[in-house]
């Protein structure tokens, strides 16, 4: 079974920074893309980075490049998401999701960022 | 960017009644679009890729269909659990995007 557990969430100061990260297991972690897809509170889905099996190639949205980065340990079949200069518009519930487009999704993991 | 258009925001139905949620890309996005369900309490669900084809243990009570620019998910008879938001999302090119989301609620 498919099973993706983000973490790492919590409430950070405007312009701070924060690490999620995702532990995958019931499939082979580096053989698939990986995603991060985020939901502010009572809106709807948005896109926030793609990684690609080796690493070597990431993608993003404009609304949080050059602040995000992406990244993965294949040997602990986990995914990562570097935040930093973190702005209000950037709170929302956080999900890791496999593959790009997406089929399975985490149950997600809540950032707030407020002073 | 490719927009998507999705309608309408909210779809009162009852049990039993067949509903359609129409998605409509800003161009042509070659048939790749995902159905996405999501249920209150933030689950998310994929039920249909590559516009058509029904993720495994799906109802087949949910289809999608459309090309071009306009693409649907239809639901033949409603059921309890069908009750809840669902995004359409195109990955023909980056930026993936989602449409803005249809809330199923009943009538």
């Known amino acids: 079974e498919v099973q993706l557990v983000e973490s790492g969430g919590g409430l950070v100061q405007p312009g701070r920074s924060l690490k999620l990260s995702c532990a995958a297991s019931?499939?082979?972690?580096?053989?698939?893309?990986m995603a991060w897809v985020r939901q502010a509170p009572k809106k709807g889905l948005e896109w926030v980075a793609t990684?690609?099996?080796?690493?070597?190639?990431?993608y993003y949205p404009d609304s949080v490049k050059g602040r995000f980065t992406i990244s993965r340990d294949n040997a602990k079949s986990s995914l990562y998401l570097q935040m930093n200069s973190l702005k209000s518009e950037d709170t929302a519930t956080y999900y890791c999701?496999?593959?790009?487009?997406?089929?399975?999704w985490g149950q997600g993991v809540m950032v707030t960022v407020s002073s | 960017d490719i927009q998507l258009t999705q309608s309408p925001s909210t779809l009162p139905a009852s049990l039993g009644e067949r509903v359609t949620i129409s998605c409509r890309a800003s161009q042509s996005i070659s048939n790749s679009l995902n159905w996405y369900q999501q249920k209150p309490d933030g689950t998310v669900k994929r039920l249909i890729y590559?516009?058509?084809t029904l993720e495994s243990g799906v109802p087949s009570r949910f289809s999608g269909s459309g090309s071009g620019t306009d693409y649907s998910l239809s639901i033949s008879s409603l059921e309890s659990e069908d009750f809840a938001m669902y995004y359409c999302l195109q990955y023909a090119t980056y930026p993936l995007t989602f449409g803005s989301g249809t809330k199923l609620e009943i009538k």
């Open positions: 990684i690609s099996t080796s690493g070597s190639r990431t």
């Open positions: 590559s516009t058509s």
């Open positions: 999701a496999r593959h790009d487009p997406p089929d399975y």
């Open positions: 019931g499939f082979t972690f580096s053989n698939y893309y």
